[in-house]
């Protein structure tokens, strides 16, 4: 049989072999062939060898596994009871840095503790029922809570907010948050995750499993419950207040960052992670009473009656550019606390946009977010609707039904302007191109549609590069331009720049800024189109959690309302009336409205109601008052155009539907992405 093989070898390989040539003469040499079958015979059993010793090493470990299982029965219990308490520990401790922290909080809320061992050990045990190997159930089980755990540690150290479960929502844009999120891997997490893989591959070798022999069948409907009730718990308000309620997990409501962040230190990482969880899912919005039933009677009754006939004083229709800038923040507010921890000189930083507010007129807007989630605010300017209404979503685009929607844009576009919109970062995040091709833009430009020469500052590209496509659109436009801009440079991270003090570097590029704001202006100025210009920052920055800019000014939820407190800049080069503008602040989402009142623009029923609103009810945001009351009439109007009929007027019943139209190419943005 082996003579066979060894002459196999000398086929396969002879054809090679004849083309080798001897180093005595030119004929074929029969020992140059068996030397070179010897040698690939000894080639080839090296690699036979080690693939053998490789299995039968396998072989072993399995085989002392197996023996482990049976030699060590009460090594493996306490390997399975230890588990759950294992990794609530380490996903905790993750966030306390310190074990003496830990300590002190399971010392505090010992109540809490339990609640997350529990729900830790129900999940153990749906994964041992399903798989019955402990270390795999370990496994699945660890990467679940240390993800979610290191997710929650690099969150909070970037913006200063926590985890919640809504956030899984930004998953598809992991490669853009990644972007700019502060990701430091220090020893203390490389330690932690250690720790954490040792137990694993202890558990590997002394193999612990579920002993009770059932079929598969049999264990897949008890380790589903298991799993299920888990879920259950934070699904179910009529289970889960009852068990929040009997483990002492703080439940108060909060909408406010700052009273999160309290929650958070209440109830630690697991459990405000599932209550919060729980809030989010109960807040659901559900439709206002009788709009089900007669949906025209509910909307018509908080529509105004008197309607005044406008069409722009002596025709002027100017361009309107919204410019939203992002992490813009005048914190002169907090100009004496500063200055006690060393930070002088703020009016430097700011002089161009006290240029430009000079030229122009400012006030205050309240803003419906702080630290994140711009497209809170980019919503409430796009729609003309409070985000109160849909109970606070950090993504409100993603309730939107695909349709036409009634935005602002459209009323420009119903009006004969030209519409853009203009966004320096990726189309895909937030799901940007694909949901705002239904606000009725003509033309949208990313960070890959420029039609001026790019540069960056920063991490990001230049807000210049944006003023400059703003002038390129209105000067190669005809008609009047509607122009809706959310910048990007100011955006985190904070931590390259000329200073190692991330606030420091933050002002560096908040002056570039206005810099270029105010030379922007200068030239609008020599312009013979007439144009009024608002600008506005989304929120104030986000800045380090533990060691940031607001611990250090010592701002919690009572002293916080000035971070949702917004200074704008209305700016005009025809000489606009804009003694009209409210001295005191309103809410974002009636910006809009103030503009249309000032360029005396086309109304109809819907918005001459928002501009009466704007009067009795000239503040509607959760964050910034917490307690404060619903407002039927807005939370009717807004889901009526958010999620419902749009019973209210809108543009969209004069504007041609897009879908009949012919798709056109380049920059004209159909409903596909």
Same mark, same amino acid.
């Given at each position: 049989? =082996?003579?066979?093989?060894?002459?196999?070898?000398?086929?396969?390989?002879?054809?090679?072999?004849?083309?080798?040539?001897?180093?005595?003469?030119?004929?074929?040499?029969?020992?140059? &062939?068996?030397?070179?079958?010897?040698?690939?015979?000894?080639?080839?059993?090296?690699?036979?060898?080690?693939?053998?010793?490789?299995? !039968?090493?396998?072989?072993?470990?399995?085989?002392?596994?197996?023996?482990?299982?049976? =030699?060590?029965?009460?090594?493996?219990?306490?390997?399975?009871?230890?588990?759950?308490?294992?990794?609530?520990?380490?996903?905790?401790?993750?966030?306390?840095?310190?074990?003496?922290?830990?300590?002190?909080?399971?010392?505090?809320?010992?109540?809490?503790?339990?609640?997350?061992?529990?729900?830790?050990?129900?999940?153990?045990?749906?994964?041992?029922?399903?798989?019955?190997?402990?270390?795999?159930?370990?496994?699945?089980?660890?990467?679940?809570?240390?993800?979610?755990?290191?997710?929650?540690?690099?969150?909070?150290?970037?913006?200063?907010?926590?985890?919640?479960?809504?956030?899984?929502?930004?998953?598809?844009?992991?490669?853009?948050?990644?972007?700019?999120?502060?990701?430091?891997?220090?020893?203390?997490?490389? &330690?932690?995750?250690?720790?954490?893989?040792?137990?694993?591959?202890? !558990?590997?070798? *002394?193999?612990?499993?579920?002993?009770?022999?059932?079929?598969?069948?049999?264990?897949?409907?008890?380790?589903?419950?298991?799993?299920?009730?888990?879920?259950?718990?934070?699904?179910?308000?009529?289970?889960?207040?009852?068990?929040?309620?009997?483990?002492?997990?703080?439940?108060?409501?909060?909408?406010?960052?700052?009273?999160?962040?309290?929650?958070?230190?209440? +109830?630690?990482?697991?459990?405000?992670?599932?209550?919060?969880?729980?809030?989010?899912?109960? +807040?659901?919005?559900?439709?206002?009473?009788?709009?089900?039933?007669?949906?025209?009677?509910?909307?018509?009754?908080?529509?105004?009656? #008197?309607?005044?006939?406008? +069409?722009?004083?002596?025709?002027?229709?100017? +361009?309107?550019?919204?410019?939203?800038?992002?992490?813009?923040?005048?914190?002169?507010? *907090?100009?004496?606390?500063?200055?006690?921890?060393?930070? @002088?000189? %703020?009016?430097?930083?700011?002089?161009?946009?006290?240029?430009?507010?000079?030229?122009?007129?400012?006030?205050?807007?309240?803003?419906?977010? /702080?630290?994140?989630?711009?497209?809170?605010?980019?919503?409430?300017?796009?729609?003309?609707?409070?985000?109160?209404?849909?109970?606070?979503?950090?993504?409100?685009?993603?309730?939107?039904?695909? =349709?036409?929607?009634? @935005?602002?844009?459209?009323?420009?576009?119903?009006?004969?302007? @030209?519409?853009?919109?203009?966004?320096?970062?990726?189309?895909?995040?937030?799901?940007?191109?694909?949901?705002?091709?239904?606000?009725?833009?003509?033309?949208?430009?990313?960070?890959?549609?420029?039609?001026?020469?790019?540069?960056?500052?920063?991490? /990001?590209?230049?807000?210049?590069?944006?003023?400059?496509?703003?002038?390129?659109?209105?000067?190669?436009?005809?008609?009047? %331009?509607?122009?809706?801009?959310?910048?990007?440079?100011?955006?985190?991270?904070?931590? #390259?720049?000329?200073?190692?003090?991330?606030?420091?570097?933050?002002?560096?590029?908040?002056?570039?800024?206005?810099?270029? &704001?105010?030379?922007?202006?200068?030239?609008?100025?020599?312009?013979?189109?007439?144009?009024?210009?608002?600008?506005?920052? #989304?929120?104030?920055?986000?800045?380090?959690?533990?060691?940031?800019?607001?611990?250090?000014?010592?701002?919690?939820?009572?002293?916080?309302?000035?971070?949702?407190?917004?200074?704008?800049?209305?700016?005009?080069?025809?000489?606009?009336?804009?003694?009209?503008?409210?001295?005191?602040?309103?809410?974002?989402?009636?910006?809009?409205? &103030?503009?249309?009142?000032?360029?005396?623009?086309?109304?109809?029923?819907?918005?001459?109601?928002?501009?009466?609103?704007?009067?009795?009810?000239?503040?509607?945001?959760?964050?910034?008052?917490?307690?404060?009351?619903?407002?039927?009439?807005?939370?009717?109007? @807004?889901?009526?155009?958010?999620?419902?009929?749009?019973?209210?007027?809108?543009?969209?019943?004069?504007?041609?539907?897009?879908?009949?139209?012919?798709?056109?190419?380049?920059?004209?943005?159909?409903?596909?992405?």
């Amino acid at each position: 049989m =082996r003579k066979h093989w060894i002459c196999g070898i000398v086929s396969i390989n002879r054809n090679t072999l004849k083309r080798e040539h001897c180093a005595d003469n030119v004929q074929f040499c029969n020992r140059c &062939l068996e030397i070179k079958v010897i040698e690939n015979m000894k080639q080839t059993n090296t690699w036979h060898a080690r693939i053998a010793a490789m299995r !039968a090493w396998f072989c072993s470990v399995h085989e002392k596994r197996s023996y482990n299982t049976l =030699r060590y029965p009460m090594t493996n219990r306490i390997l399975l009871l230890l588990y759950p308490i294992f990794i609530v520990l380490m996903a905790e401790l993750n966030q306390d840095k310190y074990p003496s922290k830990l300590v002190l909080f399971i010392a505090e809320h010992p109540t809490i503790m339990l609640f997350n061992v529990l729900m830790s050990a129900l999940v153990f045990l749906g994964a041992l029922l399903l798989f019955r190997s402990g270390w795999f159930s370990m496994l699945m089980q660890s990467i679940l809570y240390m993800a979610l755990s290191i997710t929650e540690l690099f969150k909070y150290n970037t913006n200063g907010n926590h985890l919640i479960m809504t956030d899984m929502k930004l998953a598809r844009s992991l490669k853009s948050l990644t972007s700019f999120a502060y990701i430091k891997i220090t020893p203390r997490l490389v &330690l932690y995750v250690s720790i954490c893989i040792l137990f694993i591959l202890i !558990a590997f070798w *002394f193999n612990p499993k579920f002993k009770l022999k059932l079929h598969w069948r049999k264990r897949l409907l008890p380790g589903f419950a298991c799993l299920v009730a888990c879920v259950m718990v934070v699904t179910v308000p009529a289970i889960s207040k009852p068990v929040y309620a009997l483990f002492q997990v703080d439940t108060k409501e909060a909408d406010n960052t700052f009273i999160l962040n309290e929650k958070f230190e209440n +109830n630690g990482f697991l459990a405000f992670f599932l209550q919060t969880g729980s809030e989010n899912l109960s +807040n659901k919005l559900t439709e206002p009473e009788n709009y089900g039933e007669d949906s025209m009677d509910a909307v018509s009754q908080y529509l105004a009656s #008197d309607v005044p006939e406008l +069409n722009f004083t002596d025709g002027v229709q100017p +361009n309107v550019v919204e410019i939203m800038s992002e992490s813009y923040a005048d914190f002169r507010v *907090f100009a004496d606390e500063l200055e006690e921890l060393g930070y @002088t000189h %703020l009016d430097s930083y700011y002089a161009g946009f006290d240029e430009a507010a000079s030229e122009g007129v400012d006030g205050k807007l309240i803003v419906p977010t /702080y630290a994140s989630y711009t497209v809170r605010t980019e919503f409430e300017l796009l729609f003309g609707l409070p985000v109160k209404s849909l109970n606070d979503p950090n993504m409100p685009q993603r309730m939107l039904l695909t =349709r036409q929607q009634p @935005t602002i844009p459209s009323y420009y576009k119903s009006w004969g302007y @030209t519409t853009a919109y203009v966004h320096p970062f990726q189309s895909s995040f937030y799901s940007r191109k694909r949901i705002y091709g239904q606000f009725n833009f003509d033309t949208m430009i990313f960070e890959d549609d420029f039609t001026v020469p790019v540069n960056t500052y920063g991490e /990001y590209i230049d807000d210049n590069v944006v003023y400059n496509q703003i002038e390129s659109l209105i000067a190669s436009s005809d008609e009047p %331009l509607y122009v809706h801009a959310t910048t990007m440079q100011n955006h985190q991270p904070y931590t #390259d720049g000329d200073s190692s003090d991330e606030f420091v570097n933050y002002l560096s590029r908040i002056q570039h800024s206005a810099d270029g &704001l105010a030379d922007f202006l200068d030239r609008l100025a020599e312009s013979d189109e007439p144009t009024i210009v608002l600008f506005i920052g #989304d929120h104030f920055p986000s800045l380090r959690g533990d060691d940031g800019i607001y611990n250090q000014l010592n701002i919690t939820s009572e002293n916080c309302s000035s971070l949702y407190e917004q200074r704008y800049i209305l700016w005009n080069n025809y000489g606009l009336d804009t003694s009209t503008l409210p001295e005191e602040p309103v809410s974002i989402f009636y910006a809009p409205y &103030l503009l249309m009142q000032l360029i005396d623009a086309p109304r109809d029923g819907f918005t001459q109601t928002m501009m009466d609103e704007m009067v009795t009810q000239p503040v509607y945001s959760t964050n910034y008052m917490p307690t404060q009351e619903a407002n039927e009439k807005l939370d009717t109007l @807004t889901y009526d155009r958010i999620l419902g009929d749009i019973i209210s007027p809108s543009a969209l019943d004069v504007l041609p539907d897009p879908s009949e139209e012919t798709e056109e190419t380049g920059n004209m943005i159909t409903t596909s992405e």
